[in-house]
């Protein structure tokens, strides 16, 4: 089994690199909803030239009010 730091070191020879980042909240805005992730842990992979991102944390979900909520509401 391969302790962290030689995974590391396997994935960097591979073209993968891990960054983590600092986040104190992420939002991710949807058509009818916020996703709203406090407390997150945040990688940021590269690889190949493309980035993605790995989070996880304590998931909070809000409904979103749209402007055609509120006309209907007025």
């Known amino acids: 089994m391969l302790d962290p730091r030689q995974l590391q070191k396997a994935m960097e020879q591979m073209g993968v690199k891990q960054k983590e980042i600092e ?3 992420v939002i991710i ?17 590269t690889m190949m030239g493309n ?7 304590v998931v909070e979900e809000k409904k979103t009010i749209t402007e055609e909520d509120r006309c209907r509401a007025g």
């Not at 805005?29 to 992979?45: A, E, F, G, R, S």
């Not at 980035?51 to 944390?57: A, K, M």
């Open 23 to 25: 986040a104190t909240e």
């Open 51 to 57: 980035e993605s991102f790995q989070v996880s944390g």
């Open 29 to 45: 805005k949807t058509k009818d909803k916020d996703i709203l992730i406090k407390n997150p842990q945040v990688m940021k992979i």
